[in-house]
């Protein structure tokens, strides 16, 4: 595993990215990669160069693509939705192509009443400072403004789970209830990178596990892959020890996108 520190050069193992830009696939997160962890999820904001920098890789490299727990809307919204970049929003169920053109994943859709019940009565006895944030397919519960919520949280998700047969998504002081469908970062990893003969993964949470793991499955069919993981002082664990590059907050994380796209061809 390498750590990127603000004085290093381009990893070894992102060579392929450099030398074929054309062949390569750069899957991105949102919330803690490109943007700051904030207190209130609709706060959040990418850092001020990333909307240019996105538009710069989309230029450059075959797919790139931001991949994110968020609505896809929202994403398109706060990045402007970047010429050439592909938006993957609660976790591939909505997408929105380089053509601007909007598609939601059918199998979740019958889904849609069960999550509105759920984030309403989540809404009925949400403690004070805790919050609820609806994503129509999805729902995610937060109590970074009030960590004592943590235990409401997580006994409201799983008797949620158990009345009506979502899932639960551990996040950063947080926990999302979703539709069962085949439907994560994943499954979008796999049907987006087939074909190239490289990609990378950015991510900082337990949800962009899944990720790393599809790139390990494609490095094992003979592509090159790097899992990065974008970490600071609350990042679980579990994703520095999956990743192959560690960089230090969506600083680093942009820090070495810029690399990336600066590095002459070998």
Known sequence: MDRVGPAAGLPDVLRP???RPDRAALF??????LAPIVD????ARPLPDVPDLLVALGRRFGLVAVVSGRPVRFLADVLGRPAGVRL???????QIG?????????PAEPWRPVVA???ARAAASVPDGAEVEPKGLTVTLHWRRRPSAEDWAL???AREVAATGLVAQPGRMSVELRPPVDADKGTVVRTLAAGFDAAACFGDDLGDLPAFRALGDLAAAGMSVVRVAVTDAESPPEVAAAADVVVDGPAGAGRLLRLLLDAPAG
Do not use: C, I, Q, S
Request: no cysteine; hydrophobic share 40%.
């Open 17 to 19: 990215f450099r030398d």
């Open 155 to 157: 006994r409201l998700a």
């Open 28 to 33: 991105l997160d949102f919330d803690g990669t």
């Open 88 to 94: 993957a929003g609660l976790y591939g169920m909505e």
């Open 117 to 119: 019940g759920v984030t």
């Open 40 to 43: 209130g999820p609709a706060d």
């Open 98 to 106: 380089p053509d601007g053109v909007l598609a939601a994943d059918g």
